[in-house]
């Protein structure tokens, strides 16, 4: 690990090569991470940003700096976070995803492989920069494409290879190329189920973690 500028929390289990607080003209402040990462090797994250505690990433993922992430996160195999995003609590990005700057996303968000977030309308030929805002207990599927300043409202459902190119209203499901909306069917549920979303499983790694339980109990 080359840590260059970076506060670690307790437990962290930090891969060979692996940068924390990759520094930039201008950042102000060492990375921070809180207690028990896991951070795989290959991954770089920038200085002025913070990860909360039960972080785990996979190889070669890239966060970049002014990034909020919550508690209880995992970003997979290579994907790549730009600069100035928040993310909250308990949130699962799956591999090879693509956040730009100006992208907010909730809790208990799930984002499906392959995914792509976008924040500018017509690049290159005009300066607004506008993210898209995901609300919690949203689950996106894989090969999805979340275009500019698009709203996903809570609880949504966006079917794998979507292309979302305006809002979605809570409790929707949004399919097809340009997405439709409908209502959810009643045999999905309306939030996502946080004893599949929070365990944080590593199959290669032979461990469980269920400490969840404690931060996010059920109701009985």
């Known amino acids: 690990m080359n840590e260059s500028y970076a506060e670690i929390g307790a437990n962290a289990q930090i891969d060979p090569d692996v940068i924390l607080g ?14 028990h990462a896991i951070i795989r090797s290959g ?10 505690n039960r972080f785990q990433c996979g ?15 995992v970003v997979h195999h290579k994907c790549t976070l730009e600069g100035r995003l928040k993310i909250g609590n308990g949130v699962k990005i799956m591999a090879h995803v693509y956040v730009p700057s100006r992208t907010t996303i909730g809790d208990f968000v799930f984002i499906g492989p392959g995914t792509t977030f976008l924040n500018a309308k017509y690049p290159m030929r005009e300066g607004t920069v506008q993210g898209a805002t995901i609300e919690d207990h ?11 300043g698009v709203r996903i409202g809570r609880g949504s459902f966006i079917a794998a290879g979507a292309v979302v190119n305006k809002d979605v209203p809570p409790g929707t499901l949004a ?15 309306p939030e996502n189920r946080l004893e599949l979303l929070l365990p944080q499983t590593d199959l290669f790694g032979a461990q469980q973690d269920e400490t969840w339980r404690d931060d996010f109990p059920l109701p009985s």
């Open 59 to 73: 190889h070669q993922v890239l966060i970049r700096g002014e990034i909020s992430i919550g508690d209880r996160c």
């Open 138 to 148: 949203v689950c996106i599927g894989g090969g999805v494409t979340i275009c500019p």
């Open 43 to 52: 991954s770089i994250i920038y200085a002025n940003t913070t990860v909360g």
């Open 175 to 189: 399919m097809g190329v340009p997405a439709r909306h409908q209502p959810l069917p009643p045999d999905i549920p």
């Open 22 to 35: 990759y520094r930039y003209p201008g950042d102000s402040q060492p990375a921070r991470i809180g207690d």
